[in-house]
C-alpha cells in the first residue's frame, strides 16, 4: 500500500509535508488462496476499491506467473491531521474523482468482532525495534507478535488461510502489551491489550 501510494503521490512522507498528516491503517485482511513457490516469479497489483470522505480501501491481487491470484488483501486507511490527532477529509489532501475506484476481484470483507474476554498467552514490551518513524508501534509489530504465539510445528502442519488486523489505539516505547486468545467457532482471535484498553483485534483461519 505504500508504494502503491507513492506512485500516486500520496505516500506518508509526502502528506506530512504537504498537509500535515500522516496515513493510519485501520483494518487489514488478506486471504491465501495458493502457494507461491520458492523462486517464482509474481506481481502485486493494487487499486482502490472504496472511497469514503475520510477513508480509502485499497486491494491487493498477488498473481503467479500464470496470471493466478495466488493471495488477495484488503486494507482501509484513513488520513489523521498532524496537529490535532483527527481524521481528515479525503479532499483536504487533494484526493479527488481523479482517483480512480475499481470493483473488487473477491468478496473479502472486513469482520465484525463479537464482544468477549479473551486469555492471556503472552506479554511483550515495547522496544527501540518495533518504532516506526512517526515514533509509534509499528503495524508489522503486532501482526509480530501475535504469530510469535505460534510454533513453527503449529504454522507447518495447519498453515494460516486468512489474517485479519483492526488496529484501534497506538503504543509506544516501554508500553507493556497483554497478548490474549481464544478460538471461536474454528477461528482463532486475538486482542492485543494495554493498560485494559484493547489495541488491536485480530483473527486467523487456519
Known sequence: VSEYYGAMGIDG???????????????NRIKMIKPIRWNETFNAEAFISKKAMASMHVDIAIRNSDGEICAYAKTETVPLDLTNGRPRKLDTLEIDDSFEVYESLTDLSFTKFPKIELSEVDSVTIKYTNID???HTNNKEYAKFILNTYEVKDILDKPIREMEMQYLGQAHEHDVLSIRKDVIDGKELFAIVKDGTTM???????
Open 200 to 206: 488491536i483485534k485480530c483473527e486467523i483461519v487456519r
Open 13 to 27: 512522507f509526502t502528506v506530512d509535508e504537504k498537509y500535515n498528516a500522516c496515513w493510519v491503517f485501520m483494518k
Open 133 to 135: 518513524y512517526l515514533q
